[in-house]
């Protein structure tokens, strides 16, 4: 908690600007995005932030604070952040209870990655070198696909700098024999009976020898979201892919989980 109150404490020192609403070509689809940025003329580094199956609205307060708490952090150590809305910018409600789902992580949500990265490198405020992934559950699976060697970008644009996934779905990544082209950390708790850890360290251990690098911590005794802030440990029902096939799940804050991922991602992204 001590870090926390420090990295907000240093975000309202560096004057971080209100967020601002953009909106961001993707083909046939606009993605509305909110965006934080430092104050100043730049250039910054930036990263591409995805939300989880809830979606950027409506949020559960708890999460929605979480979000924001780490766009701030992350702002004051320099870097600009834009959270594409993945679904409600295609009028699609939360997806954790949908089977089908109709925007994925392996197609759809890289697309959105991949659209909100080549905005950020058209702004003059931008390194455009120095743009990173940063996706929670279902974005951090959409991270982890987007940083597959397959879907390196075709054209001459920069490519991502490095890639973070928290609590990511890493099965049917391991199916597909999973690697990265970019520097990837993946950050998962052990406890975690929505997307288990076992298949996360199965996924690097398949991958070794023709990955570019990957680190991955798995923090024991953390459950599925366990970097939001003062969150009772909660049962879920009704969810999809969870490791109990009666769609049971438990999620909320492990401060040590916590503590040390608030520090960890923005090492990270800052190489």
Excluded at 119 to 145: C, D, H, K, M, P
Excluded at 191 to 199: E, G, H, N, Q, S
Excluded at 216 to 238: C, K, M, Q, S, W
Aim: glycine share 8%.
């Amino acid at each position: 908690m001590l870090l926390l109150a420090l990295a907000l404490a240093s975000a309202a020192n560096n004057a971080v600007a209100t967020p601002a609403h953009v909106d961001i070509p993707n083909g046939d689809v606009t993605l509305h995005a909110t965006l934080y940025r430092p104050e100043g003329a730049g250039p910054f580094p930036a990263v591409v932030a995805l939300h989880d199956c809830e979606g950027l609205t409506p949020r559960p307060a708890g999460a929605a604070q979480a979000y924001e708490q780490w766009a701030e952090l992350l702002v004051a150590d320099g870097f600009v952040v834009v959270f594409p809305d993945s679904f409600g910018s295609r009028g699609v409600g939360p997806q954790c209870r949908e089977t089908n789902r109709k925007v994925r992580a392996s197609r759809e949500r890289v697309a959105d990655a991949n659209a909100t990265r080549l905005w950020l490198q058209s702004q003059s405020y931008i390194r455009a070198e120095r743009v990173s992934l940063l996706g929670w559950s279902n974005g951090g699976s959409t991270a982890l696909w987007a940083a597959r060697p397959t879907a390196k970008p075709r054209d001459a644009s920069a490519d991502f700098r490095s890639a973070v996934a928290l609590y990511p779905d890493c099965r049917r990544l391991h199916q597909t024999a999973w690697s990265a082209r970019v520097p990837t950390l993946i950050l998962i708790g052990s406890a975690d009976d929505w997307t288990p850890a076992v298949a996360c360290q199965q996924m690097v251990a398949g991958a070794r020898g023709r990955s570019a690098r990957v680190q991955l911590i798995v923090y024991p005794g953390a459950h599925h979201e366990f970097d939001l802030a003062n969150a009772p440990i909660r049962l879920r029902t009704g969810l999809v892919n969870t490791v109990d096939p009666s769609g049971k799940a438990h999620g909320g804050t492990n401060p040590q989980a916590r503590s040390d991922a608030l520090k960890r991602v923005p090492q990270w992204l800052a190489r």
